[in-house]
């Protein structure tokens, strides 16, 4: 018998759609995110991370729930939710947004899909984003319904998806622009075909419309990729440190202001919507961010593949800041992570320490992103 505790399988929890099938594919770890099972491993973290940026892996990523936005006023209140400019996306159109609440804190940094005029769906990271709209929306004057679709996304990733996709689909699906989707139907399971993805490697992301035929989504995908070495997997914490993607909960929360974690370039000041932050990120910027994100390297050699917890980071004996995430990379081999470090100090050149173990090992501030795919 394991000596590791167990997540327990209860109706509090939600499964998803592709669930049964993680189980028979073998799934070794599970997380709860946005109150449902997501697959965290298969073989190993470090084989599923092999195998994503070497062929092709498909990831529940069910959890990424998505808020659907219709209404007269859908378009305002998204304007008004995020500091980012929406007004010329496009029909068919994907936009990575932050949503920040009054201070400026971040509430998500969900993927805007933009259906039709005034019909949105925002994929979300893990927090309650639907309980802050409802009541953002029940206090202000806004037209919409608000709720949550059966919409459940699998995400497809690695240099060989674009040949999975396209024995499934066809050549089209080739030229679809990154950041944009469309609708479609594979085998007569009714979907959406997103060119984006949670790594740095070439993917796709299939919002399966259907709950009910998730299992039969999941063994079709399988079957085409069988070719292609395609296997079971889940969000890489490697791949995407390697590339520099930040994740909610980690490496930004409300704590936290777009400033902090080097995203102001989603601001924009000029909009003409209104904007529940506005008014404190431009306070912000006129006093200057307090925090900010950077690229680091620990220089050890004991170190586990993936470390859960925030490391917090020492300039001698005073506390100047916090590793939010890091890993052991395959590729680069050596141990890498995201900080964010009090901005009052000299990030330049800088080395600091963490402890591990009572033991204080040295780190060095690094450029992001370590690895840029071709």
Same mark, same amino acid.
């Given at each position: ?120 769906? +925002? $994929?979300?990271?893990?927090? %309650?984003?639907? =309980? ?7 206090? &202000?004057?806004?037209?919409? !319904? ?107 929360? +409300? $704590?936290?202001?777009?400033? %902090?974690?080097? =995203? ?7 909009? &003409?919507?209104?904007?529940? !932050? ?97």
């Amino acid at each position: 018998m394991s000596d590791k505790p167990e997540i327990s399988f209860g109706t509090r929890i939600r499964k998803s759609p592709f669930f049964d099938s993680t189980i028979k594919w073998g799934c070794k770890g599970y997380t709860v995110y946005n109150k449902m099972y997501m697959p965290t491993f298969y073989k190993s973290f470090v084989d599923d991370y092999w195998s994503l940026v070497k062929d092709v892996t498909l990831w529940d990523v069910a959890g990424e729930r998505q808020v659907e936005i219709k209404g007269k006023d859908a378009e305002r209140f998204i304007e008004f939710i995020t500091p980012r400019d929406i007004s010329k996306c496009k029909i068919g159109q994907c936009m990575y947004i932050l949503l920040t609440e009054k201070n400026g804190g971040i509430v998500n940094d969900p993927v805007l899909l933009k259906l039709d005029q005034n019909h949105f769906w +925002l $994929s979300i990271a893990d927090s %309650d984003v639907l =309980l802050w709209c409802l009541g953002i929306a029940s206090s &202000k004057n806004f037209d919409i !319904s608000l709720g949550e679709p059966d919409v459940s996304p699998l995400s497809l990733q690695g240099p060989k998806a674009p040949s999975v996709m396209e024995k499934l689909v066809g050549s089209w699906v080739r030229d679809l622009k990154f950041f944009n989707f469309k609708k479609f139907q594979i085998s007569d399971i009714p979907v959406y075909i997103a060119r984006s993805g949670w790594s740095g490697e070439a993917g796709y992301e299939i919002y399966l419309c259907d709950g009910k035929l998730g299992n039969e989504l999941w063994e079709i995908i399988m079957k085409a990729g069988k070719e292609f070495n395609i296997a079971p997997a889940a969000p890489s914490q490697i791949s995407r440190i390697e590339s520099g993607m930040l994740s909610y909960g980690s490496d930004m929360s +409300l $704590s936290e202001t777009p400033y %902090d974690i080097n =995203l102001e370039k989603f601001i924009d000041f000029d909009k &003409k919507s209104n904007c529940l !932050s506005m008014n404190h990120l431009k306070k912000i910027k006129e006093e200057g961010p307090k925090k900010r994100l950077v690229g680091i390297e620990i220089e050890t050699s004991n170190f586990d593949d993936y470390i859960a917890d925030h490391i917090i980071l020492y300039d001698n004996n005073e506390k100047i800041g916090k590793i939010t995430s890091s890993v052991y990379s395959p590729r680069l081999k050596k141990n890498i992570g995201l900080a964010i470090i009090n901005f009052s100090k000299n990030i330049t050149n800088s080395e600091y320490n963490i402890k591990i173990k009572d033991k204080f090992i040295k780190t060095k501030i690094c450029k992001l992103p370590f690895l840029r795919n071709k």
